[in-house]
């Protein structure tokens, strides 16, 4: 037999190089494709602004200048609103009912249709699970707290957060510690206790609040050329496909590990308070959500289409775990 052609691709990400948890799913989905093709598609990854800055990683992809990317969808709101399905829903599914719409109810290919026109394919990239409602510099007792108030919250979130007082900011991972170190925010959302020690936030965060109701299962998203996945063969098509599958589902085992130890650590040995977010905000925020979603699907065909399937997949599977996960956790935990 001749030689083998070696395809490369690079893989730009909206996280800062090297970060753990977030940036640890490309490096592990690059890995498991260079090993599951012999070295056949070897994939390397780019950091935040190594090739194009956090932001433009969705049309990097879309426009060929790299062949597939990482991120979160719904830093597409702008350009895609349907889009923030894809991440989170505030008060919506968590990570394992994502899964189960995506994978069996019809989700995917729902994300497909948005994305196709744009030349780009999407696959689920990675859940952190349910993650923390953020840091405050200010102690929250009531909703007028939230007057004001400038948070760093992306997505569907960010429009339920503006209307219930406060002024959401959009700044990617690399630049939320200093923008809390020199007050440009008062509040930030990241993931959870793991990634967010990771990037220091308890050194500028006092008030450590829960739960996160804006992201209860976010999903992160694995993006591919429409035209570079064409040309692959069918067998490093399937592995592409394998790998970003393995990869999504690896993502949450791991935050699922970490979270607790780093949780641990921020109560132990740095200052951090943990608190509950009051009743009376999380009413407020909750109304707001409903309306913010109404107002998405309002004159969008696509945010009607994909909401249509993702609450009808929510009715069902919430009669379920109503009594199987919260019956169960109930029982254990009595
Ligand atoms: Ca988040």
Excluded: C
Aim: proline share 5%; glycine share 12%.
């Amino acid at each position: 037999s001749g030689p083998v052609d070696v395809i490369e691709w690079k893989l730009v990400t909206t996280w800062p190089k090297g970060l753990p948890g977030l940036g640890a799913a490309p490096e592990n989905f690059a890995r498991r494709v260079n090993e599951a093709s012999g070295g056949r598609l070897r994939i390397k990854v780019f950091g935040a602004g190594e090739i194009v800055p956090a932001f433009e990683v969705f049309d990097a992809v879309s426009r060929g200048v790299a062949e597939a990317g990482h991120g979160a969808s719904y830093y597409w709101k702008g350009k895609i609103p349907a889009s923030v399905f894809y991440t989170a829903v505030p008060f919506g599914m968590t990570a394992q009912e994502a899964n189960g719409w995506l994978h069996y109810g019809g989700g995917l290919e729902l994300w497909r249709e948005l994305y196709a026109p744009f030349g780009v394919i999407p696959f689920a990239g990675g859940s952190t699970g349910v993650q923390m409602a953020g840091w405050f510099n200010i102690r929250l007792n009531d909703r007028t707290d939230l007057d004001g108030l400038k948070m760093r919250i992306p997505g569907l979130a960010g429009e339920v957060f503006d209307a219930a007082g406060g002024s959401a900011v959009r700044i990617a991972g690399g630049e939320v510690y200093t923008s809390m170190q020199t007050g440009v925010i008062d509040a930030v959302e990241w993931v959870g206790p793991y990634n967010d020690r990771t990037l220091g936030l308890m050194e500028v965060g006092e008030y450590y609040y829960y739960p996160g109701w804006h992201e209860p299962g976010a999903m992160l998203e694995f993006t591919v050329n429409q035209a570079a996945f064409d040309r692959l063969p069918a067998d490093l098509q399937a592995i592409v496909e394998g790998a970003a599958r393995a990869t999504n589902q690896d993502t949450l085992d791991e935050f699922t590990a970490r979270n607790n130890e780093s949780l641990t650590t921020l109560l132990e040995e740095h200052s951090t308070k943990l608190r509950p977010l009051p009743a009376d905000v999380m009413n407020v925020l909750h109304s707001n959500a409903v309306i913010a979603l109404e107002e998405l699907k309002k004159d969008d065909p696509m945010a009607q289409k994909i909401s249509a399937s993702y609450e009808a997949f929510l009715d069902g599977v919430r009669t379920y775990h109503e009594i199987s996960e919260r019956a169960y956790l109930n029982a254990r935990d009595r």
